[in-house]
C-alpha cells in the first residue's frame, strides 16, 4: 500500500508543478524565427555583402510586405552581379522557417534545400549554401 500512496503523491505533485509552468510564457515561435534569421541569415548575407562588394551585390529584404505577421517569417535575398561587368541577371531566393523550426532556401526553377534548424544557432551550414550560390552566379549558372 506504501507504494501507490507515494505514487499518489508524486502524482499530486506532478500536477501542481504543471499548473505552474503553464504560467510560465513560452517563446512565441514567430519572435524566435525571426531571431534566428536575424542572427545567422541576415549577419551571413552582410558578411558575404562585404566580401564580394566589388563584383557581386547582395539585396537584402528582411520583411517582405505581405509576411509582417507571419507565424512562419522569410527573408528574401538577390545575388547578381554588378552592372557593366558583364550581364546582370537577378536570382531572388527566399529562406523559410517551416513550423518544425527547420529552415530552406528556394528559388523560381530550384528545389527547396535544407540549409539548417532554428534551435542551432552555428551559421555555418547556411554560410557554406551562400558560398556556392555567389559561386554560381558567378560562373553565370543561375
Known amino acids: 500500500m506504501a507504494k501507490f500512496k507515494e505514487a499518489l503523491e508524486r502524482g499530486k505533485k506532478a500536477h501542481s508543478q504543471q499548473g505552474e509552468d503553464a504560467n510560465v510564457p513560452m517563446a512565441d515561435f514567430g519572435t ?13 548575407l552582410e558578411a558575404a555583402k562585404a566580401d564580394v562588394a566589388g563584383e557581386m551585390a547582395i539585396d537584402i529584404d528582411t520583411a517582405p510586405r505581405r509576411q509582417v505577421k507571419a507565424l512562419t517569417p522569410s527573408v528574401r535575398f538577390q545575388i547578381y552581379r554588378k552592372p557593366g561587368l558583364k550581364k546582370a541577371a537577378r536570382r531572388t531566393f527566399t529562406v523559410n522557417v517551416q513550423l518544425s523550426g527547420e529552415v530552406s532556401v528556394s528559388s523560381p526553377g530550384m528545389v527547396a534545400e535544407d540549409v539548417g534548424n532554428i534551435g542551432d544557432r552555428s551559421d555555418e551550414r547556411f554560410r557554406s549554401f551562400v558560398a556556392k550560390l555567389i559561386e554560381e552566379v558567378a560562373k553565370g549558372m543561375c
Not at 524566435?32 to 551571413?44: C, F, G, I, K, Q
Open 32 to 44: 524566435e524565427a525571426r531571431t534566428w534569421l536575424n542572427d545567422v541569415v541576415v549577419a551571413s
